[in-house]
């Protein structure tokens, strides 16, 4: 087996379509199909169900597209690693972050990285927390800050910040701070929320702050991009519940209003992968 079967078993298990996958990867069609021969011949097993109209993976194939992925982006990273040696650097750093994590954690971090470690460079992405997990359990990620109350096993887990909530509303909204008892006060509103698809936990945690209110919002708008809720806020559109620490950093016509009265608080938390063996986050780990 040889890393060529790889890219071409890689190429026909996401085409599902043996003269797309062959023309995308420059070759004949029936000279890929040789080469898939070819390594289902080396691993014993058949890695595809096909017919006149449709492939498909077998059982064994979907497993292997898995482990592939894997390998390839493992190899992608240690080419780039390689480079970045080469140069005189030590390495470079691929951290994901949510958005709330860019306005104090995150600069905070890069400073001191490089005070500590300036040969180490880094590459940065606004991801959701899923696809963090997700692309720092295939190779393709070695740090991320998340909302999560737990990870899968193969990840570590550390809480680097903790926050009190605060609601969003427009400039000219009749509640002001120093009238601002209770959340129980914004029953009757429209509510802009982070989608559950940027943390299924911290939208959760909203609508029980709500609940513990006596009230169940009303979700009128969803969105994964802070400035986008406060654009919606700054409309008229409803009003919001973030982290505290989210207000820094924009000039928009709103208020913000750390919530009284309420226990609950959000955890903002680094991952890794334990056995990451990119020596850039070795040390970075010890600056967390």
């Known amino acids: 087996m040889e890393l060529r079967h790889l890219h071409y078993f890689q190429a026909v298990a996401e085409e599902l379509n043996y003269r797309k996958a062959a023309e ?6 029936p000279g890929l199909s040789r080469q898939i021969k070819q390594l289902e011949m080396e691993l014993g097993v058949q890695l595809f169900e096909r017919d006149k ?3 498909s993976c077998t059982a064994a194939g979907e497993y292997l597209k898995e482990e592939v992925e894997f390998v390839l982006n493992h190899l992608e990273n240690v080419r780039l690693q390689i480079r970045e ?14 958005g709330s994590a860019s306005n104090q954690l995150l600069p905070d971090l890069l400073n001191r990285l490089n005070s500590n470690f300036p040969l180490i460079s880094t590459s940065l992405e606004e991801l959701s927390n899923q696809i963090q997990v ?33 609601i969003v509303v427009p400039q000219n909204h009749p509640i002001h701070k120093s009238d601002f008892k209770s959340i129980a006060q914004f029953a009757q509103e429209s509510f802009i929320l982070f989608s559950s698809d940027y943390s299924n936990y911290y939208y959760e945690q909203i609508i029980g702050i709500c609940r513990a209110a006596g009230f169940n919002p009303h979700v009128k708008h969803k969105s994964v991009h ?14 919001a ?20 009265g309420i226990s609950q608080f959000t955890e903002l938390s680094v991952i890794w992968k334990a056995e990451n063996r990119n020596p850039a986050l070795k040390k970075v780990l010890s600056l967390l």
């Open 226 to 239: 802070a400035l986008t809720i406060f654009r919606l806020v700054e409309n008229g559109l409803g009003v």
């Open 53 to 55: 109209k449709h492939v």
């Open 24 to 29: 995308r990867l420059f070759i004949s069609q």
């Open 85 to 98: 040696i080469a140069s005189g650097k030590v390495g470079e750093l691929r951290i994901g972050f949510l």
């Open 241 to 260: 519940i973030i982290p505290t620490s989210l207000k820094e950093g924009y000039d928009l016509n709103v208020r913000f209003m750390e919530i009284p």
């Open 134 to 166: 997700e692309m720092l359990q295939k190779d393709k990620l070695d740090l991320g800050f998340v909302r999560l109350a737990s990870v899968p096993e193969d990840l570590s887990i550390k809480p680097v910040f903790r926050d009190t909530f605060s």
